[in-house]
């Protein structure tokens, strides 16, 4: 958006000796960031006027011709053009050789198709004075040849400066999309009286000139209460005389980037970027039926906008009509059969207010962002209607004096002005900002920028500064979406006051080390124990997945009531009932690139409670361990024993039925092995399973080879501190004897019930029973190989009493029916 500080000068007077950079830096820092700067008449000192006297066609190029010109006192130059408008006669601007332009360009001697250029005749854009590049900017007949370009124009083109501000700064400002709100922040920030030209008098004056005889209004208003609307003015005028805007608001509009087309035209962009609210001028005669109707489109149809393009409308698309047909598609664009057209004598001025997220989505969808909605987006205050449409009002009657208006301005669905007060106090703003402002300069600062300050009757800060002394009354158009609770206020006065003139402090408290919760430690141990003891990679997943995945891991559960009502994509239209199905997903992918790995992922997952508690949140450890042909269950649960045990954790491991399913299994999930299950159980609960992936799920995502998985719930024992059960035990000062055992065992049996007949062994010397190999024996069932370690801490063991325990660890074996393999 651009800003021209001229301007802003017909509501402020701007301190004298400023820089353009200076100007340009306090905006930034205490308003909105300015991009850049320009004086629209810098290059007018550096051109003079030249007449063309000759114009013939270059030799060597069709859309080229060679213009002599007159730069006077009998001084003459040939230039290369290739304006459309280049002819014999017209008086131009002329560039000499070494004449510097704005971005760097410098003219040089240059040679073009074999002949030199002696200079370079100018359009308007390339002076910085319109975006007009389509021809030579032409000069008036009576222009002195030889004089410099500022000199010719003279008052015609004011020296100005215009600031290019960044709309992104702009985006929770509603009241800076126009000069008058912006002089505002401009007279608070250097200190200077603001020049409120549509103050209460002025208000008051040209309401006294609008017809108040009780004469009928050509034009009625209604507004459909369920349409995008927030407030809707007209006001009908007759004796309107189409012409050419004035200079000065010609001038205006073209540096701030709007192209001039007539005077009725110009009046309403003039007032739109003055005070920041957009309005649209119907031409009355093209209202059928003398009425204006806000209402839904109510079905889809199609409509031609001014721009000569047809848009396709929805149902829901709040459009302006008469009584017949639309007129406009509200906050966004009007009509081309509404515009008004050279004839025009009667016209009604409509300034409104739309829903600002309406506009937005409106004119997202018909890919159409104008200046009016542009602005709309931002949540406009319906209290400055009225203000604009007798601004507009002003400025018809002063191009067209004969103009008068008819029955009074028309109204419908205004709101009542939103009232909003802030309690704070000097200290507690100083004690925010670290800056004491003080009382009277806060005030100051405060109803410069258009706020009303009251002090609280028998209100004390105290002796903490804590206590509320003041009631900060917020303008209309600063509430609608920028100002809400006390810290807008102290940021207020901090950007006023500058931040950059804050003297920086230390904080004055002491910095302690950051401790873990008990939850966040339990976590990050286990994910180092599974990197470091595990072997094992980190992988993360999306907490939202889709049905299609839920389908292809078999999952009965498919989360129903928390599937989201904007999802981006159907792949993630819902939150995860479990890891299971994201851990599969990854395996699948990482088959592809590799034969044995092992991944874990500590997420969470949802269960869907339905109601007003509406959802669980449940944090778990998945673990995947992939091996091409050896069981990896075997290992997966001895990992799983080391982590709870590393965890401090009281477990067990215990033979599941994975008919019955598990607190994370459901019941006959299809990926369930029919032997290879096991529930771990910590603190006699069960909080956890490991199970071999069943072929069929297998398949499903094409996962070959043998696939183990588990899962741990922490939820409920992440926060239960956990003792730390860590004791010293010297080394052992006598050898020990390692016994490795092979034994038969039925298909069905789980390795954890061999293991539990040789721990029931009223062997005192057995240190330690585990798992070596297991091995499938097909029909004839499974091997499984022991290691059984065999110490005493006082004393060495003779052959004889480990031959001893070696036979009996063996007979009971038998005796439970796991014979030695032979």
């Not at 230390?506 to 994910?527: C, F, G, N, V, Y």
Request: aromatic letters at 6%; one cysteine or more.
């Amino acid at each position: 958006m651009y800003i021209t500080v001229d301007w802003i000068k017909d509501f402020v007077d701007l301190p004298e000796g400023l820089s353009d950079r200076e100007l340009s830096e306090r905006i930034t820092l205490g308003v909105c960031e300015v991009e850049g700067c320009e004086r629209t008449g810098a290059m007018l000192g550096k051109v003079t006027v030249a007449v063309v006297k000759a114009v013939i066609p270059h030799p060597d190029a069709d859309k080229l011709r060679l213009a002599t010109v007159d730069l006077g006192s009998g001084n003459e130059a040939t230039v290369i053009c290739g304006a459309p408008n280049c002819r014999e006669g017209i008086k131009v601007p002329y560039a000499a050789l070494g004449t510097s332009f704005p971005g760097g360009f410098t003219l040089k001697p240059k040679k073009i198709r074999g002949i030199v250029s002696e200079g370079m005749l100018c359009s308007e854009q390339e002076l910085g004075l319109s975006e007009n590049h389509e021809g030579l900017m032409e000069l008036a007949g009576n222009a002195p040849v030889g004089e410099t370009l500022a000199a010719a124009l003279g008052d015609a083109v004011v020296d100005d400066l215009v600031l290019d501000i960044d709309n992104k700064s702009l985006t929770h400002r509603p009241d800076l999309w126009g000069h008058y709100g912006m002089a505002r922040e401009f007279a608070a920030v250097f200190e200077k009286p603001f020049k409120d030209k549509f103050d209460a008098a002025w208000v008051k004056g040209l309401k006294a000139k609008i017809d108040k005889s009780g004469a009928k209004p050509p034009v009625t208003i209604h507004v459909d209460k369920d349409s995008a609307n927030r407030g809707f003015l007209g006001l009908s005028v007759d004796g309107i005389n189409i012409g050419e805007s004035p200079e000065w608001m010609q001038r205006r509009l073209t540096v701030a980037g709007m192209r001039p087309i007539n005077s009725i035209v110009d009046i309403s962009n003039y007032v739109m970027l003055e005070t920041g609210i957009p309005n649209h001028i119907f031409d009355r005669s093209t209202i059928g039926g003398g009425k204006i109707v806000v209402r839904r489109a109510g079905d889809e149809q199609t409509f031609v906008t001014l721009d000569e393009q047809e848009r396709k409308l929805i149902s829901s698309d709040t459009l302006v009509c008469d009584a017949g047909n639309p007129s406009a598609i509200a906050g966004i664009m009007g009509g081309l059969k509404s515009s008004v057209a050279d004839d025009t004598n009667g016209i009604m001025i409509e300034v409104a207010n739309w829903t600002d997220a309406e506009i937005r989505r409106t004119s997202t969808r018909l890919g159409l962002r104008t200046d009016a909605s542009q602005r709309y987006e931002k949540s406009l205050d319906s209290q400055q209607l009225e203000k604009t449409v007798l601004r507009i009002f002003e400025l018809v009657l002063e191009l067209n004096p004969e103009a008068a208006a008819v029955g009074g301005i028309q109204s419908d669905n205004m709101p009542e002005p939103l009232e909003l007060a802030i309690e704070t106090s000097p200290a507690r703003i100083a004690k925010v900002l670290g800056e004491d402002v003080g009382e009277k300069r806060l005030i100051g600062i405060l109803e410069a920028l258009g706020f009303t300050v009251e002090a609280i009757p028998g209100a004390d800060a105290g002796t903490d500064g804590k206590g509320k002394t003041h009631l900060i009354h917020v303008p209309t158009w600063r509430s609608t979406k920028d100002v809400e609770c006390e810290a807008d206020i102290v940021e207020e006065i901090g950007r006023i006051i500058g931040f950059d003139n804050i003297t920086p402090v230390s904080p004055a408290h002491d910095i302690e080390a950051l401790r873990l919760s008990q939850a966040k430690t339990m976590m990050r141990k286990a994910q180092d124990y599974m990197v470091l003891r595990g072997r094992a990679l980190e992988v993360m997943t999306y907490p939202l997945v889709g049905e299609v995945l839920l389908e292809k891991a078999s999952w009965p559960v498919h989360n129903e009531g928390l599937v989201l009502a904007n999802a981006l994509t159907p792949e993630h239209d819902r939150m995860r009932p479990s890891l299971v199905p994201s851990l599969l997903e990854v395996t699948a992918n990482n088959r592809k690139e590799h034969d044995i790995f092992r991944i874990f992922e500590v997420g969470r997952s949802y269960t869907d409670l339905g109601g007003d508690e509406y959802s669980q949140d449940l944090h778990q450890i998945g673990v995947v361990f992939q091996e091409t042909k050896v069981n990896p269950f075997s290992e997966l649960a001895d990992t799983m024993e080391g982590l709870l045990s590393y965890l401090g954790l009281p477990a067990r491991m215990v033979p599941a039925d994975p008919s019955k399913g598990n607190s994370l299994i459901p019941a006959a999930w299809a990926g369930s092995h029919p032997h290879e299950m096991v529930d771990i159980q910590v603190m006699g609960r069960s909080r956890g399973v490991i199970l071999s992936l069943h072929p069929q799920v297998g398949h499903a995502f094409k996962i070959k080879g043998r696939t183990a998985l588990a899962v741990l719930d922490l939820t409920e024992v992440m926060t239960i501190p956990v003792k730390n059960k860590t004791a010293f035990i010297p080394l052992d000062r006598f050898p020990g004897s390692d016994f490795d055992i092979t034994v038969v065992t039925p298909a069905e049996i789980y390795a954890a019930e061999v293991l539990a007949v040789v721990r029931g062994m009223k062997i005192k010397e057995i240190r330690s029973v585990g798992i070596l190999d297991v091995f499938d024996l097909g029909a004839d069932g499974k091997a499984l190989t022991l290691h059984i370690e065999f110490r005493d801490p006082d004393k060495t063991l003779d052959a004889l009493f480990i031959k001893e325990a070696e036979d009996e660890v063996i007979t009971v074996l038998d005796k439970a029916g796991y014979p030695l393999r032979s």
